[in-house]
Each structure stands twice: as C-alpha cells, then as structure tokens.
T-cell receptor, first 112, second 113 residues
C-alpha cells in the first residue's frame, strides 16, 4: 500500500486568493500527477512530473502551476483562485516496478 | 484516440446479489487496465489491474475482472455484493511507455438491503 498525502483535505477560499495544495509521497516514486475531478466526469490530468525539476502540463488546460524540487513533494499552486477552480484535486504517484498509480485522499476546493 | 467508456452511470443492486460493471476502452498500444474504487470524500483505491497473462484477474475485496481483447472490454464482477461496496468505481487504461492514464466517468454503485 502506498503512502501519499494531501493537505488540506477541504478548503474554502475567496476569489483572488493565492493557494497551494500540498502533495507528498514516501515511496520514492519518480512519477507524480495532479488530476482534477468533477462529479460525473472522468479524471482530467492537469500536471505531471517524471522527477525532480521535471514538470509538464496535462491534457486539461489549467491556470495552476506545479513544482518538483524534491522527489517526495509535488505542490500545486493557484496564483489567483476563481469560482471556476472549484473542484476536487487528486494527487497520484506511480510505482515504476508495478506501473501502478496510487492516489492521495484528495483536496476538495471551493472558491467563493 | 485513447478513451475509456463506462456506459452505466449508476447501478443499484441488492445486498448479496451479483454485480457486473462494464468498461470499454480505446487504446492504440497494448493496454494496461485498472479498476479503482472511490468512497465519498476519499481518493481512489486500486482494486485490481491487468498487464498480461491470464485474462481473468483477481483483486481485493472479492472483485475480479476479465480482459476481452476482441471486445475491448474489462468488466468488473463480484459474485455477492456487500453494503460496504457502495462507492464510485472507475476504470482506467494506460501503458508502460505512456505518460498518463485515461479514466472513465465512473459508475456509482448503490447497495440496498
């Protein structure tokens, strides 16, 4: 079982605020991902990383940015939150040996 | 184009009844296939996966899935559903060489006593 953590679990914030969603994993996985999940929709990949100092945008256009300064840490930042950013954000890491993604518990973000 | 289709948005079954959740995929390379379960307010938990070999794979919590290449399907089954199985189920497809996984829209399972 993988250990991957996300904080905060729930966040309600006003429009225009800067926020950072935290994601950490303790398995030493190189590949990490951020997904956006809305009810009744498939998970949309918004960012991924193959390792330290490697980040790429996913298929879904996003106004967020990510960084990967350490293997275990993959934070996502919104410089100016808007109501359209209201969603659940899921972080995942990928085990190279089993080629399986493991997910964190998610952050449910509400922007008023 | 890569895609995953879960045709059933919502399924209701009685406790003790059998369950089958459908998944069809479109993928250009040899697919790796996954089923995840998500309880309310939680992340996704891996139920089972198929990479190669025996097309019937066993997972956790008594679930199994069968890969049928000719039908591009990977249906999830359980012989006897428990109330605790009520959750959202996601099918996903990916590949070793790919940079992402593709998920279906999910099937919401309700279990009635």
């Amino acid at each position: 079982e993988a250990d991957i953590y996300q904080t905060p679990r729930y966040l309600v914030i006003g429009t225009g605020k800067k926020i950072t969603l935290e994601c950490s994993q303790t398995m030493g996985h190189d590949k990490m991902y951020w997904y956006q999940q809305d009810p009744g929709m498939e998970l949309h990949l918004i960012h991924y990383s193959y390792g330290v100092n490697s980040t790429e945008k996913g298929d879904l256009s996003s106004e967020s940015t990510v960084s990967r300064i350490r293997t275990e840490h993959f934070p996502l930042t919104l410089e100016s939150a808007r109501p359209s950013h209201t969603s659940q954000y899921l972080c995942a890491s990928r085990d190279r040996a089993t080629d399986t993604q493991y997910f964190g518990p998610g952050t449910r973000l509400t922007v008023l | 184009a890569q895609s995953v289709t879960q045709p059933d948005i919502h399924i209701t079954v009685s406790e003790g009844a059998s369950l089958e959740l459908r998944c069809n995929y479109s993928y250009g390379a040899t697919p790796y296939l996954f089923w995840y379960v998500q309880s309310p307010g939680q992340g996704l938990q891996l139920l089972l996966k198929y990479f190669s070999g025996d097309t019937l794979v066993q997972g956790i919590k008594g679930f199994e899935a069968e890969f049928k290449r000719s039908q591009s399907s990977f249906n999830l089954r359980k012989p006897s559903v428990h109330w605790s199985d009520a959750a959202e189920y996601f099918c996903a497809v990916g590949a070793m060489t790919g940079n992402q996984f593709y998920f279906g829209t999910g099937t919401s399972l309700t279990v009635i006593p």
